[in-house]
């Protein structure tokens, strides 16, 4: 394929994106105003955040494995909006415990925390994004330098594990939709691993390569 | 004039039930919701009017926030149910509380009601056509007289009383439900268990055809309960036809359930199909799926966490946004009732 980029300016496409970001939580509130959240609207938006902020983590892994397949580079430039996303509805979930269901008691939320396994992940999966959204800004990729910048968001591997455990410990019978999520991540980096793997051996074929040829001078 | 103002001038007496908490300062001047039998609640037709007119209102002054959900809440059924729904006459219960009941439009679309999907919205959308005429109960097992009871007969096996339980879910969140039925004992009475019989087995119905998700929801179907034979005679254990004044919902366990408000609500099986009186302690569906988080006897106790979540509060789904975060009492505070049964048992070993 070729590269649209070429024929589209890319950011005239950056606003659009940003509203459709916006389309779930735009919802909920339409929701909330008219009355549609269900008995348990509270448990409703806890389920509907956490949901969109894995959601919103997936298509950030997903970027990277496009931008490859596809050939389009331009991609990579709407990664730190998606992560950070991700990290928006991630906030409004985590929110969501802090205030209602713990209703501020630090006490009982350090308990949580400590004794339920499910909490335990989706506390993991959320503190580990915080970094990476403190160093999202341009800046910040400037003062850490690209290699220690890769290396520290490469969390996001960890966070998105974490979260689909978090989900997966937390439902009480019916896996589906976990297990859905579970396949997804799998796949993006499942993709990284081979990814990895291939550009191994073609780096150790080169230098084989480079070494027999190397060899024939000598001899 | 405000919202309240004109809700009052509209028609004061229609206003009566209002519970929201928008029409707090209008339901002072009026009865208290536990007043009021059903069946002189509002028809149809004209809170349909008066919903559009309403609606109209709440534009027109802006008087819808997320705080106050729209007026006239828990009389709004979203299901038409039919005139001959109705059940009645009923005797009033002392074992009912005065605590106002969760709107009928909540209970009506919150369900735990696995054989129709696993989301809590799926049995209100999914169980609309379910057959529940004809229907029988097969009473069976250690009994003098086991019997096959057709609804209707056992409909009028004895006198139908409105009993207002608290009904407090596993998942940590309680309604306050008007349910209609007897005492299970006056069904044991009529068939006669025998000095073996210990237990009694519980038997949902499951059929494949109407109930094609049922392989999805993660737990072994049919759905099987059970409890010891003392506490299925205790009279708080009611056999159940109705709620709100009617025969009950689909998705609410139609035609006929079992309700033990000192238990968490998985014991309380819906759409009863086999009732078994055994030697031996049954096994019991969510017991099945998972030893380690559902016992056998479950009895609401907020000392003993579910492994995953704490059980020591809960929240009161009453109509609010926001619902109400509160204390968990120990068997859903019928101890007076209850825990005479369980003198001497650790409650920690036999959750």
Known sequence: MKD?????????????????????LAHLVWMGFHDELGANPVEYITHSTGTWALVGLCVTLSMTPLRRILKQNWLIRFR????????????LHFTTWVWIYSGFDIHAMIADVYKRPFITMGFTAFVLLI??????????????????????????YISVCAGVIHYLWLVKSDKTIPLRFAAVVAVLLGYRVIHYALQRREQAAAAAKKGARESVYTA | MTFVGLLTA???????????????????????????????ITPKSVYMNRRKFLAGVAAATGA???GARPVSDWLEPRYVLADEAKLGPLVKSPFSTTEPPTPLKDVSTYNNYYEFGTDKSDPARNATKFVTAPWSVTVEG?????????????????????RIYRHRCVEAWSIVVPWIGYSFSALAKEVDPKPTAKFVAFQSYYDLKQMPLGPRAG?????????????????????????????????????VRMVLPWKYGF?????????????????????????????????????VDHPRWSQATERRLDGSFFGKRIKTLMFNGYGDQVASMYNGMDLRKYY
């Open chain 1, 131 to 156: 970094p990476l959204a403190i160093t999202s800004t341009s800046g910040m990729i400037r003062r850490l330098g690209g290699r220690r910048w890769n290396m520290l968001h490469r969390l996001i």
């Open chain 1, 80 to 91: 730190r909006m998606f992560g950070l996303f991700a990290f928006f509805y991630a906030c």
């Open chain 2, 10 to 40: 509209i028609d004061r007496e229609r206003f009566r039930v209002l519970t929201s908490e928008g029409v707090t300062e209008a339901s002072m001047l009026i009865k208290k919701p536990s007043d009021i039998p059903y069946s002189e």
């Open chain 2, 142 to 162: 250690e009994v003098n007289k086991p019997r096959k009871f057709d609804l209707e007969e056992l409909r009028k096996l004895a006198p139908l009383e409105e």
């Open chain 2, 64 to 66: 819808a926030t997320l």
């Open chain 2, 219 to 255: 737990i072994e179907l049919p759905y099987v309960e059970g409890l010891r034979l003392d506490e299925a005679m205790n009279p708080l254990a009611l056999l159940t036809f109705g709620m709100f004044g009617e025969t009950l919902p689909n998705q609410d366990g139609a035609p």
């Open chain 2, 267 to 303: 014991k309380s099986v819906k759409s009863l199909v086999r009732i078994r009186f055994v030697k031996d302690m049954p096994p019991t569906t969510w017991n099945i799926a998972n030893a380690h988080e559902y016992g056998f006897y479950s009895n609401v106790n907020p000392q």
């Open chain 1, 4 to 24: 649209l980029s070429r024929h589209i300016n890319m950011r005239w496409l950056k606003p659009p994106i940003f509203l459709a970001c916006l389309l779930p």
